[in-house]
């Protein structure tokens, strides 16, 4: 079964810094589609950005890029000039690519603090 | 924009009620996933549906039991509640999409509280 880690559970930045939130995950599929998801205090979950396996480019949404290592099946997340609006539990997720109906996969979730 | 409503934001039951969850998304969308998140688990997966009528069992169904009538409706039903079902529920739906990278879109979330 695949597995998706995410070994921070807190992390706090500074405003106008950079973080990275760091994400692996364990599978021996090779199509497969990876996303980070923001959850806000208001609860809604927020699809911040997601990147597809067999592209070796990185994705890139504005101030939210990934850093995507496939061969250490890594994920990690890098926000730049951080907001107090960021502050969220931000969630790593994976999911198979070989259908259209399976379910993702999340990570335990890591807790940004923003500090003004 | 997609929406996916859930019938409560907060929801206060006893021991041993019957509870329904609803779930509705307005944009036809075949696929639907129940989650229960927990602090310091992350959302786990109870059901999901890609068609009506049909339903897949997820990481933790037990105790759980799901109902799509309707394309755009997805029920949670908690037999018999009890107090480990006390929990954040998230329902979500997405298309299909073979070989596409479908995000799913989440509702606003049920936190049931099981006395």
């Known amino acids: 079964a695949q597995t998706v880690t995410q070994s921070q559970p807190e992390m706090s930045v500074q405003e106008a810094e950079t973080v990275t939130l760091s994400c692996t995950y364990d599978?021996?599929?090779?199509?497969?589609?990876l996303f980070w998801y923001k959850q806000p205090p208001s609860r809604q979950m927020i699809l911040v950005i997601r990147?597809?396996?067999?592209?070796?480019q990185n994705a890139t949404e504005n101030r939210f890029s990934v850093n995507f290592q496939k061969a250490a099946k890594s994920f990690s997340l890098k926000i730049s000039d951080s907001q107090l609006g960021d502050a969220a539990m931000y969630f790593c997720?994976?999911?198979?690519?070989?259908?259209?109906?399976?379910?993702?996969?999340f990570g335990k979730g890591t807790r940004l603090s923003v500090i003004a | 924009d997609v929406k996916v409503t859930q019938s409560s934001r907060y929801l206060v039951k006893r021991t041993g009620e019957k509870v329904f969850l609803e779930c509705v998304q307005d944009?036809?969308?075949?696929?639907m996933f129940w989650y229960r998140q927990d602090p310091g688990l992350g959302l786990r997966l109870i059901y999901f549906?890609?068609?009506?009528?049909m339903k897949e069992k997820g990481d933790i169904p037990e105790g759980y039991s799901v109902s799509r009538e309707k394309k755009e409706r997805f029920s949670l039903i908690l037999e018999s509640a009890s107090t480990n079902q006390t929990s954040m529920y998230l329902c979500?739906?997405?298309?299909w999409g073979q070989g596409r990278s479908q995000p799913q879109h989440f509702g606003d979330g049920t936190r049931l509280s099981i006395l």
């Open positions: 979500a739906s997405s298309l």
């Open positions: 599978t021996s599929e090779s199509d497969y589609y």
């Open positions: 990147q597809e396996a067999y592209k070796q």
């Open positions: 997720a994976y999911r198979r690519g070989n259908s259209g109906n399976t379910p993702l996969v």
């Open positions: 944009m036809d969308h075949e696929n």
């Open positions: 549906s890609y068609d009506v009528k």
